[in-house]
T-cell receptor, first 113, second 116 residues
Framework: DGGITQSPKYLFRKEGQNVTLSCEQN?????MYWYRQDPGQGLRLIYY???????QKGDIAEGYSVSREKKESFPLTVTSAQKNPTAFYLC????????????FGQGTRLTVV | AQSVAQPEDQVNVAEGNPLTVKCTYS??????LFWYVQYPNRGLQFLLK??????LVKGSYGFEAEFNKSQTSFHLKKPSALVSDSALYFC??????????????FGTGTKLQVIP
């Protein structure tokens, strides 16, 4: 089945630790995205990548980092510099065309303990 | 700057009644508009989109939406609500017919509660 897979579904992190969220897609999509979802705030764009080995900051990139070494993979690292990391993180992909809708993963809920 | 407004945090409707979830937008240029649905602790699922052409767009699960350029709206509708339609609905917009990457802006979401 074609789709986009995020892992893990739930993640707990101690303050001061970096943690990496996985995102893999087998849809052959060029574009991939990371969003953060907080209650009442909708989705906010963290990073996006339109092509392998290239990525751009979104609206709330501070405290986060990404890589795009393979077309299928777009991992997100939440660093200790992110002051309020507890949130629901969504990865998405789309074909690189403006009319294309996004396909979303099932999300990772990160909790800082 | 582009924006999307979903003026209702929650919409309650009785099962079998028609439902409407409202969305208005603001963009500089032609809008491409999308509706997504999110069930608890899940990712978003695409419902429908307006790119060009007929103002009435039909999508998944019996949903439809009407693009109204003069009112800058793209309300989501369904003739007869089901309990299983209860979920969080997001409207999104991006500028069309432009070069390069165009950001997608999401609304804050509307929780739909269908009452049996």
């Amino acid at each position: 089945d074609g789709g986009i897979t995020q892992s893990p579904k739930y993640l707990f992190r101690k303050e001061g630790q970096n943690v990496t969220l996985s995102c893999e897609q087998n849809l052959n999509h060029d574009a991939m995205y990371w969003y953060r979802q907080d209650p009442g705030q909708g989705l906010r764009l963290i990073y996006y990548s339109q092509i392998v080995n290239d990525f751009q900051k979104g609206d709330i990139a501070e405290g986060y980092s990404v890589s795009r070494e393979k077309k299928e993979s777009f991992p997100l690292t939440v660093t200790s510099a992110q002051k309020n990391p507890t949130a629901f993180y969504l990865c998405a992909s789309s074909s690189d065309h403006q009319v294309s809708e996004a396909f979303f993963g099932q999300g990772t809920r990160l909790t800082v303990v | 700057a582009q924006s999307v407004a979903q003026p209702e945090d929650q919409v309650n409707v009785a099962e079998g009644n028609p439902l409407t979830v409202k969305c208005t937008y603001s963009v500089s240029g032609n809008p491409y508009l999308f509706w997504y649905v999110q069930y608890p602790n899940r990712g978003l699922q695409f419902l429908l989109k307006y790119i060009t052409g007929d103002n009435l767009v039909k999508g998944s699960y019996g949903f439809e939406a009407e693009f109204n350029k003069s009112q800058t709206s793209f309300h989501l509708k369904k003739p007869s609500a089901l309990v299983s339609d209860s979920a969080l609905y997001f409207c999104a917009v991006r500028v069309g017919n432009s070069g390069g990457y165009q950001k997608v802006t999401f609304g804050t979401g509307t929780k739909l509660q269908v009452i049996p």
